[in-house]
């Protein structure tokens, strides 16, 4: 199956009502379509985001030797091939109505990522058992998934962590901005927004379970130092695709600044419109090391369960190996803010 067919498959199955599919994932025309996957209130943020890569350029150059670029990497003591993975989706049943259970989702998306030898992430949702069912599809493969928590209440943020940790995950994170879902945040076990001591002592208890912590949701240079402050081994540069809080910035446009300061002291994720190979370029050169990309990767997956996302991330790897050859870019180490003006 190609790519448009992919996308076919998905507008059959997919709830038009919570996501068009568009040939084109940009916001245009789903502000306000939650649940579904469009952004909160007028969809500026989520726009912002995808524009925020589009106005960046690159510089091209083919004089040198980069013929046959490598783009792999390592990251959380693993050797990935691609620096590019699936962005987490908690509640998929209910957001996008395509059919797959959670359980479901979540088995396509690991096994896809390990065939794409990349890394797959679970998020999070209302309820245990949900949350349970998508852990339970790791299976071994454990070392390649990175699940999500939100900001609960001490009791269910720390039952979660139990059964992550007793799958065997070496990496977990939280996105610390989820009170802006504004249902999860009038839901009886609710989400808050965390102070420093509460960020550090939930850092404390991840690093006592020898995980990794990434917090995903910074914003500002404030946050990020307040996340590296806190201990995070990795911050993540995201306004949540622009669902949290309306005419937020493009994580673009604030990643060149947060790396800038804090790629000695914490790995530099990003997420947020990134759609090409070359956004992905950019993202390097802005500093990041590895990109995430959720609506486009999870319609794949409701269009092919078996393939879609593999066949999605090939076309990303594709088009990455490309933009770092007519860069000059002969490895993801030689990536620098050269290539992007
Ligand atoms: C329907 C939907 C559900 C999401 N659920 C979660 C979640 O449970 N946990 C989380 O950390 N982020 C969640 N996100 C945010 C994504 O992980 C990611 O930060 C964002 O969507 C990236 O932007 P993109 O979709 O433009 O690639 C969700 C996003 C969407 C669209």
Partial sequence: MNENEILNNARKVIDSSKCKVCPVCNGAVCGGMI?????????????????????????????????????????????ISLPVMIAPIGDIASQINGGLSIAQYTRAVIDNCMAAQTFASIGDLIGFEPFKSAIDQIKGRAHRVLPFIKTWDDEEFFRKLEIVKEAGCRVVGTDVDSAGLTGLRKSPVHVSVWDERKLKSIVHRVHGFQMKYIVK???????????????????????????????????????????????????????????????????LALGAKMCLICRPAAISVHGDQLNGLKIYFENIRQELLHAMRMT??????SVSKKVIV
Wanted: aromatic share 6%; hydrophobic share 40%; net charge negative.
């Fill in 217 to 283: 949701g910074i914003m500002s240079l404030e946050d990020a130092q307040r996340a590296v402050d806190c201990g995070a081994d990795a911050i993540l540069v995201s306004n949540h695709g622009g669902r949290v809080l309306d005419f937020t910035q493009g994580s673009a446009d604030v990643l060149e600044k947060i790396a800038d300061k804090f790629s000695k002291h914490a790995e530099i994720l990003v997420d947020g419109g990134i759609r090409t190979g070359a956004d992905v370029l950019k993202a």
């Fill in 35 to 79: 649940p579904g996957m469009g952004g909160i209130g007028t969809g500026a943020a989520f726009r912002n985001n995808y524009e925020a890569w589009t106005k960046r350029n690159l510089v091209m150059s083919v004089l040198h030797d980069a013929n046959d670029p490598d783009c792999s990497l390592n990251i959380f003591g693993q050797e």
């Fill in 328 to 333: 000059g870019c002969r490895n993801l180490e």
